[in-house]
């Protein structure tokens, strides 16, 4: 079971969510401060980060700046429910995913689990044969992905988002599909994850050689990765 990283400031709150989280066999540590919740999660101990976006000095989002900085480190970001701002701001950085707050503890667990259960590739063997699709292979049992033979520095919830549309490439897949087999949870109504996570796939991939995205919009439905 991979170790848990809670940053929050909110002393009582992050001692209600590690005991929870132990008795759900997970094993954890808390701290309540931006500063020391970045060093901690650039040390490797740590399989995914909890990280409040609300914290006096070093706040939620400059602390994954620097976990972005270095890390790949699975990190989801607790929001103040309804703001948009931080949220997406939040997920244009590298989250991979938000829980707005207030959020029960069983909620927090089912996103932990989701988002670890596709960064490990729990639930069944990985293939070993790459997915090559024009210039962008997908290595799923690596999870890695090259583009143009250079490797691309991939969130976990990139490389899952990716991997979905690379399989179905030449074919629309809805965002609600992308939100399930990525995020692991149902796409909430004015949810705008995945948006911003193609959004962020769509940079680092750049154009096609005649100035598309290899990854399009296809309206009213989701997006495509198309065939070139």
């Not at 309540?32 to 399989?47: I, K, P, T, Y």
């Not at 976990?67 to 989801?76: E, L």
């Not at 919830?157 to 030449?170: I, K, Q, Y």
């Not at 629309?172 to 109504?189: Q, T, W, Y």
């Amino acid at each position: 079971m991979a170790r848990v990283l809670l940053v929050d400031d909110d002393t009582e709150l992050c001692a209600l969510q590690t005991e929870y989280l132990r008795t759900e066999g997970f094993d954890v540590a808390a701290v309540h401060d931006g500063d020391r919740g970045a060093e901690l999660a650039l040390s490797g101990e740590f399989g995914i980060v909890v990280l409040d976006v609300m914290m006096p000095r070093v706040n939620g989002i400059e602390a994954l700046r620097r976990i972005r900085a270095q890390s790949r480190v699975p990190v989801i970001m607790l929001t103040a429910r309804g703001d948009d701002i931080d949220r997406v701001l939040g997920l244009e950085l590298g989250a991979d995913d938000y829980v707005p707050k207030p959020c029960t503890p069983r909620e927090l667990v089912a996103r932990i689990r989701a988002i670890l259960r596709r960064a490990q590739g729990v639930g069944g063997p990985r293939e070993s044969v790459p997915l090559q699709v024009g210039e962008l292979c997908v290595r799923p049992e690596q999870r890695r992905a090259e583009w143009h033979g250079a490797l691309l520095e991939l969130t976990s919830t990139e490389f899952n988002l990716l991997e979905v549309l690379a399989r179905n490439a030449g074919n629309p897949v809805s965002k609600n599909e992308l939100s399930e087999k990525a995020l692991g949870r149902p796409l909430a109504r004015y949810d705008r994850s995945i948006d911003v996570h193609v959004s962020n796939l769509r940079a680092k991939l750049g154009d096609l050689s005649d100035g598309r995205s290899p990854i399009q919009t296809v309206r009213g439905i989701g997006y495509q990765y198309i065939v070139a």
